[in-house]
């Protein structure tokens, strides 16, 4: 065999070890993605419509947008980002602070 066709090899399993390698990334990155998807996320579709998620049918993979008061339904594959995730409210809690009394309570024992 010719030691350039065996370099060429190389360079091409290599070229295709790499590539398989990114698509997987990017395939679980958006897995991910949709499975983040809740009420209240704000997205853009691939059409280029901006939109926030009011419903998400999972098992009839669909979702509705609602855009400026006009609800539409998609698909969930045709989301192509997420602008915002929905904000989780965090429960305040309050501190008390108690008074602390430094004088002393003076009784009576008479």
Do not use: C
């Amino acid at each position: 065999m010719n030691l350039q066709f065996v370099w060429m090899l190389l360079i091409f399993g290599g070229m295709l070890f790499f590539m398989q390698r990114q698509q997987k990334k990017q395939q679980a990155k958006r897995q991910e993605q949709m499975a983040s998807l809740a009420k209240g996320t704000e997205i853009v579709t691939i059409g280029g419509l901006y939109g926030v998620i009011d419903e998400i049918d999972r098992e009839a993979n669909k979702m509705v947008l609602d855009v400026d008061g006009v609800y539409l339904t998609f698909e969930l594959t045709a989301l192509k980002a997420v602008v915002n995730a929905p904000k989780v409210e965090e429960t305040a809690v309050e501190v008390v602070e108690e008074e602390v009394l430094e004088d002393p309570i003076e009784t009576s024992d008479k």
